[in-house]
């Protein structure tokens, strides 16, 4: 869906534009089955993997971090096979977690694994920003709304997993008896609201101060355009989650034609529309801090 090119991009963008102020950027793939991050980077051949740390050949993460070719950039690779824990990422992941925090940079891009594992969700939890990656067609949009709604429930669960009450409300809100109870999320989220008006300010920044923003990729024409639009509303109606977009980006053969010749897209084409786009979204994030 595009989302290692969004990741490898903005990683790129930002560190372009805070160069003149020394800011180092480190862009992090965390999917140690089908790595790809570091070919958007123009890099085929990493020397070290995060699996590498992981399985313990490597004493710190940053010992793995590999140079690209901006002096202020760096990405740690994935793997490109399965290491032998059925999840490593979760079980590995307090380490993982405090290794990313430590990490000798200013700016930290994450690029998580496809899916929606209770691990994936808890590192997407630690991005100040939170970007989900999805492109015009329904499958697509699918799999987009199945992460949403696994992170908002994961997201409110770990939130109040130690207070009583509000945990107690969502797990009987799930188990109560009666077929035709409505249980979608909005209906959850009103009933938090209802019974819980003390928890409500909680509630209310993680639907809207702290919602992912939305980004769709491949964009072919105007029409396609508008489902962005209509699927935030999609996701506002159901889960109660007012996901800002960030914006869209056009389909450009240019784009596969860069990585297949090796090349990152926004260093071989510093003007095109779509490294400017990058360029703006990556002061609206730096703005934010």
């Not at 991009?9 to 950027?25: F, I, M, N, Y």
């Not at 824990?85 to 694994?113: F, I, N, S, T």
């Not at 799999?143 to 797990?171: H, N, S």
Request: aromatic share 8%; hydrophobic share 45%.
């Amino acid at each position: 869906m595009g989302k290692s090119f969004v990741a490898s991009s903005l990683a790129l963008a930002l560190a372009r534009k805070g160069a003149a102020r020394g800011r180092r950027v480190m862009a992090v793939d965390l999917d140690v089955g089908g790595s790809n991050l570091n070919l958007f980077f123009g890099e085929p051949w990493p020397r070290a993997e995060l699996t590498d740390f992981l399985e313990g050949r490597a004493p710190w993460l940053s010992a793995v971090a590999q140079p690209t070719r901006l002096d202020n950039l760096r990405y740690v690779a994935g793997g490109f096979d399965l290491v032998t824990a059925p999840d490593p990422l979760r079980q590995r992941k307090l380490e993982l977690v405090q290794a990313l925090v430590g990490l000798d940079a200013d700016v930290v891009v994450l690029d998580l694994p496809a899916g929606s594992a209770p691990a994936t969700l808890d590192f997407f939890f630690l991005g100040d920003h939170k970007i989900v990656v999805t492109t015009p067609d329904t499958a697509a949009f699918h799999d987009a709304y199945g992460f949403l709604k696994g992170y908002l429930l994961r997201r409110l669960l770990t939130e109040f997993r130690d207070r009583p009450e509000p945990m107690g409300l969502m797990l009987d809100f799930f188990r109560g008896p009666g077929a035709e109870q409505d249980r979608s999320i909005t209906a959850l989220v009103r009933s938090l609201r209802e019974e819980m008006p003390e928890v409500w300010p909680e509630v209310v920044g993680i639907l809207q101060d702290d919602a992912p923003r939305l980004v769709l990729n491949r964009v072919r024409d105007r029409r396609e355009r508008g489902w962005l639009e209509r699927f935030r509303v999609v996701v506002q109606k159901n889960l109660s989650l007012y996901c800002p977009v960030l914006g869209w980006i056009p389909e450009d053969r240019r784009v596969a034609r860069a990585l297949r010749d090796g090349r990152p897209f926004l260093l071989e084409h510093p003007r095109h529309r779509i490294a400017r786009r990058f360029d703006a979204w990556s002061d609206r994030l730096a703005e934010r801090g």
